[in-house]
Structure formats: C-alpha cells, structure tokens
C-alpha cells in the first residue's frame, strides 16, 4: 500500500479505535502492576540496583496509564463558552505529564541507583530469583507491545514505525508504544547485567544495567515529550489525511479554486478552516446551500471533523 494513500475502508471506526486504547492501557496497567510487585519483591531478595531500577520503571508505568486514563476522561468533556473548541487537547498535556514521569521517576532514578551501586561490593543475593522474575516479565511485555503493535498497525498505512511515530496524531498510542518498547529493552539489559553479575561475580555489571536503563528511558522519554509537545502547540491532521482532504475539495463542483485548507487536531477531533474560489452559482442562496452541502459530505467523508469553517473568496 502507498504511504501516502489509504481506502476509506482501511480507517477504523473512531469509537472502536478509542476503545481499542483504552482496553490496551487496563492490559498495560494489570500488567505492569504485578509486574513491579514481582520486581520489587526480587529487588529486596537480591540487593539487585537493576531489579531495584526496573521496579521503580514499572510503578511509574502503572502510574502511567492511571494518567493517559484520566486524559481521555477529560477529553470527552464537551466544549464550554471558555473552551469552545472543546477539551481534546487535553490528552496531549497528560500524555506530556506520562513523559516527564517516564524521564524522572525512571530514567533519572535508574541512573541514580546505578552510580551508587557503583561504590558497594556487597554480591548479588540468590540471582536466580531475580533472573527468573525478568524472564517472566520479558514475557509479559512482550506480550504487552506484540497488542499495541497490533493497534500501531491499523492506522501505520505501509509507513515504518520511526514515520508514524514522527506523524501519529494519538499521544496515547504513542505513549503506549514508546513505555511498552522501553520496558521491553529496559528488562533485556537487566537480564543481561544480573546474568552477567552472577558469572562473574563482579558487581559492577549490575550497576552499568541500573545506568544503560536510565539512559534508555531518558533518551525514548526526550522522544515523545519531543513529538507531543507539537501536538500540544498545534498540529494538523496527519500529511495522509490531509491529501485526502485536499483530493476530496479538489472533486467538489462548486469549487473552482481551494487557496488554503486549514486542519488543527484536537485530540480525536479535528477543526477544518477552508478558503476557496466558487464556481458562479447565480444567487447569494445557492453559494450558501453550496457551502453547506460541502461542509455535510466532508464530514461523512472524514467523520472525525467536529468543525468546519468555511470561506468562499475572490482571491487568496
């Protein structure tokens, strides 16, 4: 399929996607939760700063999800004379709050622990536990991202996962994935450094996991605060939905020239603004009734379009 196109039949509904999100973030959270506690248990068994590390990741992520669950509550709250566009947006700033949490309460945490663990000698207490508690947990996430891929998939389009992380409208989504593959890898390098410690017998691999797991979660938290501080300012619909747009004005009869299309997205809503050239209609009545019956088939067209303002010109 092209990147860039898509069938109409292709795009799921929008009450399903956003039910989709939520039954992934309650799996994520279920998850996560016995996970930590499966961690923190571990940790306090071993003395392990890398258990120690994953734990903290994963009661941060369930703390997570409790937040991206509070943002789409608040997002279906209906616009108000202060907020007339409605309350969308609001996801974006939750989504943000998950990244932060994700770079303080993880990534700053785990490098933290590690450098102190750097300074003990004190061995690792009955490895095994630990390294059966990370097997387990691989598992789980990786069952855990293997269901948000399958949800990433339905709006990729053909794209590679690096352009639709960077063109994805859905922070909720993209907070999903980015926590799911930094507690995938997160758990990989603590696996590797307890292994590692118990051959050995050197410490200090145990405090090098603790650090390189910081780094990630700093590194993939930088990441999305990066792409949802754009949605945050203002961005449009996704370039695809946009082109689509654009062909669907460009087919209209009445419209003799589109000189701007205007989208903002708002969460899972979307606002239009159009300035366009009409073609003569003889009557103030009929450009009306022209306008209004575009304004109607675009948003059958595109049912995610909450407002459409439309202006008809002379020149741009």
């Not at 399929?1 to 795009?11: G, K, Q, V």
């Not at 609001?90 to 770079?103: G, H, Q, R």
Request: aromatic content about 10%; proline content about 3%.
């Amino acid at each position: 399929m092209d990147d860039d196109i898509a069938n109409e039949s292709d795009y799921p509904d929008e009450s399903a996607k956003k039910a989709d999100s939520i039954k992934s973030i309650f799996y994520a959270l279920f998850a996560n939760l016995a996970i930590a506690l499966a961690k923190l248990g571990a940790a306090i068994t071993t003395g392990s700063g890398s258990m120690l590390a994953e734990s903290v990741h994963s009661f941060a992520d369930c703390c997570n999800q409790l937040l991206l669950l509070l943002g789409l509550n608040r997002a279906k709250q209906p616009p108000s004379p202060d907020h007339p566009l409605g309350f969308g947006k609001s996801i974006y700033f939750w989504s943000f709050i998950v990244a932060l949490m994700l770079f303080s309460m993880g990534g700053l945490f785990s490098v933290y622990e590690g450098v102190h663990k750097l300074s003990e000698t004190e061995p690792l207490r009955s490895p095994l536990i630990a390294i059966g508690v990370l097997a387990f947990s691989v598992v789980a996430e990786g069952l855990s991202l293997m269901g948000c891929i399958r949800e990433v998939n339905k709006e990729r389009y053909g794209r590679s996962f690096w352009r639709w992380f960077q063109e994805t409208r859905r922070s909720e989504l993209l907070v999903i994935f980015g926590e799911d593959l930094a507690a995938l890898l997160g758990l990989s390098f603590a696996l590797l450094a307890v292994s590692m410690t118990m051959i050995t017998g050197n410490v200090i691999y145990d405090a090098i996991g603790s650090i390189g797991i910081g780094v990630l979660l700093i590194v993939i938290a930088f990441l999305l605060g990066v792409e949802i501080k754009k949605l945050i300012i203002g961005q449009s619909v996704e370039p695809r939905r946009l082109k689509e747009m654009r062909e669907f004005l460009a087919g209209e009869d009445t419209i003799a020239e589109i000189f701007n299309l205007v989208t903002l997205q708002l969460g899972d809503d979307v606002m239009v603004a159009i300035k366009a050239r009409m073609h003569p209609l003889g009557s103030e009545t009929d450009l009306i009734k022209a306008v209004n019956a575009i304004e109607n088939r675009l948003k059958e067209k595109f049912p995610e379009v909450l407002w459409s303002f439309f202006e008809p010109d002379i020149s741009d």
